[in-house]
């Protein structure tokens, strides 16, 4: 008896979605094209396995079921939006299907399919992440928007560029920080955070004018990464800074965040 | 009296046979001298002589992204209405939540006082220019379907939106925090139509006291996913 070997989809975007980017003009173009983008052929097919496969009119929960493809038919995988799949019956229906029956079907050798999907083994080795937080900033309100990249599991460097939004002052914070993760394999993974930037600080224009200042800063922190779904994480992190001031005394303030990521 | 004895017997006769069997063996049921084991494993049988078919599937397309642009009206609380447009971006993660990040613009008008009181102005014309970014998360509360005549059926969503990101107006960057809803109607599998209206506050002190101003912004605009 041999084993049925799975064969599995990468869910990674493909190269060309940045090529999008230019093509909101194409926007006109595609309403009026009719015809299919792709060449039928380039499409992958799998053969239905279960009784039957049920076509739904839209890609979300309560969209009606409108044509069932028979045991044996093959239909043609068009694309992925979430968890749903939009596929061509050999009669030119359309419809969208969800994961757990996509998973029934059969590729044309006979094998089973497996549509990858990223899990908490990914949350723990993915190498890339970004993401975006927001918070308190010693009494100012903070955006703050991150890429980090993973050298093994457990540590981490970090990018971050802020926009701080205050009472008296606005300005802009960069740093660079490295970050270590104890348990990277718990789905809430505590971490340790060290780092340096710069922070711009302007007062705001109703307020009296004084100089805009640059100073250098350190920081130590602490939080979590919580695998939410997919490739999808939330974060909670307190960092304590020190502005190192032109002044006598050095300046101390307090960050509280919390956001969302991904992984990739 | 005799049949007693005679199952008496019977049974006697019973147990010493049947000890006598499983000692001797005296019936010859049962392996006689069990064989040894063997050193190979059973060799196979069938030598498969198809080759296994090199199948190369091609990738399927995902398109959780939506991309697009939009135009519409935005108040400025005490500058007026004007003309706002801008881009944003978005990321599905589930049937049912989304992230968005907008960026727009539109400008700001003279305050009653600033008409009434003739020349007087409160704010520069270059500080009257208004843009933003927000980044927000989305829930596709009401999803549907619509139908135009017998032979045409859209897929359409009711969806809310509520973030935070920043306004630079009047000459300063201002916390922002907006919310609001929007109905996405898509034309075909990939390309979609939006209405949407929002609030967009901030607080703002430009006029004596510092208040929380709410600034309506709705607008039309064209998505695309990939």
Redesign the interface.
């Given at each position: 008896m041999s084993e049925h070997s799975i064969t599995t989809i990468p869910s990674t975007p493909r190269p060309t979605r940045s090529a999008w980017f230019g093509c909101l003009v194409a926007v006109v173009l595609l309403v009026c094209q009719s015809a299919p983008l792709q060449a039928a052929d380039e499409y992958r097919s799998v053969a239905v396995a279960d009784p039957y496969l049920e076509l739904h009119t839209g890609p979300g929960r309560g969209y009606p079921i409108f044509h069932v493809v028979d045991r044996g038919e093959t239909v043609q995988v068009i694309k992925q939006r979430t968890e749903w799949y939009l596929v061509r019956a050999a009669n030119g229906k359309e419809g969208w299907v969800d994961r757990a029956q996509m998973e029934k079907t059969l590729q044309p050798d006979g094998e089973q399919v497996s549509f990858a999907r990223a899990t908490i083994e990914d949350f723990t080795n993915a190498k890339w992440e970004t993401g975006v937080l927001a918070g308190d900033f010693g009494g100012a309100n903070i955006v703050s928007l991150y890429g980090g990249y993973s050298l093994n599991p457990n540590i981490a460097i970090e990018l971050w560029a802020s926009q701080i939004l205050g009472n008296f002052s606005n300005g802009w914070m960069g740093s660079v920080n490295i970050v270590h993760e104890t348990w990277p394999e718990w789905r809430v993974s505590p971490f340790f955070t060290l780092g340096a930037g710069v922070i711009h600080t302007e007062p705001k224009s109703t307020i009296i004018q004084g100089p805009d200042r640059t100073d250098q800063v350190g920081h130590v922190g602490a939080g979590f990464r919580i695998y939410a779904t997919r490739r999808f994480l939330l974060r909670a992190e307190y960092k304590s800074y020190v502005v190192f001031t032109s002044r006598d005394e050095n300046e101390e303030v307090e960050e509280w965040k919390v956001g969302f990521a991904f992984f990739f | 009296m005799e049949s007693r004895f005679r199952i008496l017997f019977l049974i006697a006769a019973l147990v010493g046979l049947s000890g006598c069997a499983a000692t001797k063996n005296l019936f010859g049921f049962g392996d006689e001298s069990a064989p040894p084991p063997t050193a190979e494993p059973p060799g196979q049988v069938i030598e498969p002589e198809v080759a296994?078919?090199e199948?190369k599937?091609?990738?399927?397309?995902?398109?959780?992204?939506e991309?697009?642009?939009y135009v519409g009206i935005m108040s400025i609380e005490d500058f007026g209405s004007n003309v706002a447009y801008g881009a944003r971006i978005a990321?599905?993660?589930?049937?049912?939540f989304f992230?968005e990040g907008t960026v727009g613009q539109s400008e700001g008008g003279l305050t009653s006082f600033e008409v009434l009181s003739g020349g007087a102005r409160i704010i520069s014309d270059s500080e009257r220019k208004l843009t933003y970014y927000n980044?927000n998360l989305g829930y596709?509360i009401l999803?549907?379907?619509v139908f135009l005549g017998e032979g045409h059926?859209y897929?359409t969503?009711l969806y809310l939106i509520a973030g935070?990101?920043?306004t630079r107006f009047?000459?300063?960057?201002?916390?922002t925090v907006n919310f609001g809803a929007g109905y996405r109607f898509l034309?075909?599998?990939?390309?979609a139509l939006h209405i949407d209206f929002r609030d967009h506050l901030f607080?703002i002190?430009?006029l004596g006291e510092e208040k929380t101003a709410h600034n309506l912004e709705g607008h039309l605009g064209?998505t695309?996913?990939?």
């Open positions: - | 296994r078919r199948v599937e091609p990738a399927i397309d995902r398109e959780d992204f991309i697009g642009a990321y599905h993660i589930t049937e049912g992230l980044l596709n999803p549907g379907e059926a897929n969503n935070l990101g920043s009047a000459g300063d960057d201002r916390f034309l075909t599998d990939s390309v607080d002190d430009l064209v695309v996913f990939f």
